[in-house]
């Protein structure tokens, strides 16, 4: 293998794939790079066998096609060091990578192309065509629920749901839930996949520099790949039936406050610097016309702010992760919040004026 590339075409392709790649690997070629030059391209690939990312640079010349796998944040920092518009010849010499650049000489190890391992997703399926904002947009507004390692397994992604002429997105940790919809041509058979958090993360991260436009996304029974651009992903799909997401969303709720987002957000970050740094409870007292927000901690420190807002229900007392709250108003884009009460013990619902197709619940913590 043999081939001349710039550093700017090489540099933005190089940080995507490698992006996928962890720092640690149970297997030595999962810290590598698939590069296969080709006469007119140069593709390359990394993967952590749960998710596989593949970026294709045309703007290259190939002397000697051929392929092999290299050390992925090494070959990473010798590209980003190099100055701008540097050109970069790479050769393979003698089983290792040769990286040439001006006066600059390396030689990187390499192991088998053959020995690396891929990703081979079903070829039947379903495919649909989503708009990429409103792709990254639903990942955006609900993603942040998703938990952390949970033994549920359907806990640690994403639900995407397909029905009736709507896309559709659910996380939860089973202490709060994100969902958000848009209006997008499908077929009115039910269909639903939950894609693993790393899957969700490295999505988000392809499609922050995606161009406007359509994105792909083609789903079989165990995986789900997206095609953007000169990037293909491909990732597992977490086997298993999300719960019923809809069974935890209160309905009946009789108590309204309204009040300006932002507001509420910086008083409750602000409130929320003297909670327990362990379970971040803040308290929320309700009374007529005003939000009280309070917090302490074990060394006795506390702090207190009150809101103003739009309420003419009985006075109540009910306390939260501040996390979740912070985390949802943060996610809102308007300026006005609805949150909607039941009673002390019952989660609640937080919705954007004006962004009737988002939902957020919190379920309230023991006072």
Known sequence: MKLTISRE??????QLVAGVVGRRQTLPILSNLLLVAE??????????????????ITDVQVAEAGELTVPARKLMDICRSLADKASLTLKLDEGRLSVVSGSFRSHLATLPAVDFPNVEPETDGSTVDVDSSLLSSLLGKTSFAMAQQDVRLFFNGVLVELDQNQIRMVATNGQRLATCFGEHQTSGELQQYIV???GVQELSRLLSDAPKGSVALHFSSNHMRVSIANAVLTTKLIDSTYPDYSRAIPSGGDKVMQGNRLEIREALNRTSILSNEMYRNVRLQLSSGKLDLHANNPLHEEAEETVAVEYDGEPMEIAFNVGFLLEALSTMQGERVRVTFIDTNSA???????????????SPMML
């Open 9 to 14: 075409s090489l540099l933005d392709p190089l």
């Open 348 to 362: 609640c619902v937080l919705t954007d004026l004006e962004d009737p197709n988002s939902l957020y619940v919190v």
């Open 39 to 56: 006469y007119d391209s140069l593709t390359i690939t990394g993967t952590d066998e749960e998710v596989e990312l593949t970026a294709k």
């Open 196 to 198: 693993p958090r790393k």
